[in-house]
């Protein structure tokens, strides 16, 4: 089914807040804990892996929680309007530098951190498993999230270039230093939240209830008030969830785009909270030339986008995410010998980083939504929530073990917040985090990638499967044990 151009453009615009909320705290999270607030950085990044290892947790749930509600609008729709304007909140919360002791603003910060992943997997989860329902053709699922990285450009914007500009603009206007951080995360924040909200209400859920089956729904929904302190229940829907995220992770399809995803993303969370690091002290340029930087990660990856779609009509989705990795892991190891040095170098760097970049965000996602075709052969069970929160759950348990690595990493370097030039071996390691580090785990994802198993033509088998299936009829499962 081809999707209207309504849909396709709603559902971007709500990718929006997911990119400028995401890259908000990739960025500039530990940066701002460790120069502005002036925790130590192996703090800032065990409190930063606190946050990311809870959205591991609450993303599951969510998952789980989503694939049962039942509402006139729909599964996912409902999580997307709760959740915009906490996450907006929370977020100027989290960028509020507060006058305390070093005890008390660690423990500050972890909870704002949790407050604003719990919102965050709200809306995150739902969002992406929307993806899977909106289309099942193969190459329409590629144009969607052309359609959101374009939108996601936008959300870079907001959440990578934007806030430099703003910073640097409201000190000149006499704001102090942490005042201007916190009045940059409000106006983000609420830009942010107001495009999800939007691009919520811009798109008819294919799973909203016909009117006798509102009726149903309000009397589960009776019924369920009336047990709800029932520990017998509780206990059978975590045991049911549990037991439906193992049969999940048995998948051999499952299992090697989340090792490609993790490792992918390990490697993009040091690069992306490290930059802040490695332009300030390594290059020791500019607000505003670290601006121009930004801007050239966020929008390079624009011209790939168009590419992506036409090129996906002639190789798979795997064959694309491998070659485009490797050019990107190529340019970006020349570069982590040879060094950075100099704008247009990091100019060259950055284009070389996007085509990585969108290798990864408009690929990845594509294919967690065919897998929930290939659980729904081999399992025989239609759970989009749970087999796309496990994309979230990659993307928390990375964004986890990279923040907490970059933090001792910076610790161990000798990193001083206070001071505006940084020892020579603390300069190296940056280096280190912004080019050989992010390129290793890339060639780890790439490894990954190599063995998952659907192509474009065993997606195109599995949905021909789950037809015959539909119209009674017996499937041969031999040549999908590739799957299994």
Request: net charge positive; charged share 15%.
């Amino acid at each position: 089914m081809k999707l209207k151009l309504k849909t396709k453009i709603s559902y971007g615009l709500a990718g929006v807040g997911d990119s400028a909320f995401y890259n908000l705290a990739g960025t500039f999270f530990i940066f701002f804990l460790s120069t502005i607030v002036g925790l130590d950085p192996g703090v800032a990044g065990t409190i930063a892996a606190v946050g990311a290892i809870w959205e591991t947790l609450c993303g599951a749930v969510v998952g789980y929680l989503s694939d049962h509600t039942r509402t006139r609008f729909g599964r996912r729709k409902p999580y997307l309007l709760i959740a915009a304007f906490p996450l907006a909140l929370f977020t100027s919360l989290v960028f509020t530098a507060i006058d305390a002791g070093a005890g008390f603003r660690a423990f500050y910060y972890t909870v704002m951190v949790i407050l604003f992943w719990t919102s965050f997997s709200v809306f995150f989860v739902p969002y992406l498993a929307w993806g899977a329902e909106l289309t099942q053709d193969y190459d329409e699922r590629t144009v969607l999230r052309g359609y959101t990285f374009l939108f996601n450009n936008l959300g870079m914007a907001i959440g990578m270039i934007l806030p430099n500009i703003l910073v640097d603009l409201l000190m000149q206007w006499g704001k102090s230093e942490s005042g201007s951080w916190q009045m940059m995360a409000i106006f983000c924040g609420l830009c942010s939240g107001l495009t999800i909200f939007a691009g919520a209400l811009g798109i008819r859920d294919p799973k909203e209830l016909e009117p006798e089956g509102e009726e149903l729904g309000k009397k589960k929904d009776k019924s369920a008030k009336r047990r709800k302190d029932s520990l017998k229940k509780i206990w059978n829907v975590v045991a049911d969830m549990v037991k439906n995220y193992v049969q999940i992770l048995r998948l051999r399809a499952i299992r090697f785009i989340l090792g490609a995803s993790i490792f992918y993303l390990i490697g993009y969370a040091i690069f992306c909270s490290d930059r802040m690091y490695f332009f300030t002290y390594n290059m020791r340029l500019s607000p505003g030339a670290i601006t121009v930087v930004m801007a050239i990660m966020t929008f390079a990856s624009s011209v790939f986008v168009p590419v992506i779609p036409v090129l996906g009509r002639r190789f798979d989705k795997r064959t694309l995410f491998i070659v485009g990795m490797a050019l990107s892991v190529a340019v970006m190891g020349l570069y982590g010998f040879i060094g950075v040095s100099s704008l247009a170098a990091a100019g060259i760097y950055a284009i070389a980083y996007c085509m990585g970049s969108i290798c990864y965000w408009q690929l990845i996602p594509a294919m967690i939504y065919d897998v929930c075709e290939v659980d729904q052969l081999v399992n025989r069970k239609e759970r989009a929530g749970l087999v796309i929160s496990l994309q979230s759950l990659s993307e928390s348990l990375a964004n986890a073990v990279g923040l907490q690595l970059l933090g001792l990493i910076l610790k161990f370097a000798g990193f001083n917040g206070t001071a505006s030039v940084q020892a020579q071996s603390t300069l190296l390691w940056t280096h280190l985090c912004f080019t050989l580090i992010p390129v290793l785990f890339m060639i780890l994802s790439i490894v990954m990638m190599a063995r998952y198993p659907v192509t474009k033509e065993m997606y195109n088998r599995v949905l021909s499967a789950l037809e015959q299936r539909k119209r009674g009829e017996e499937i041969d499962m031999e040549p999908f044990k590739g799957l299994k």
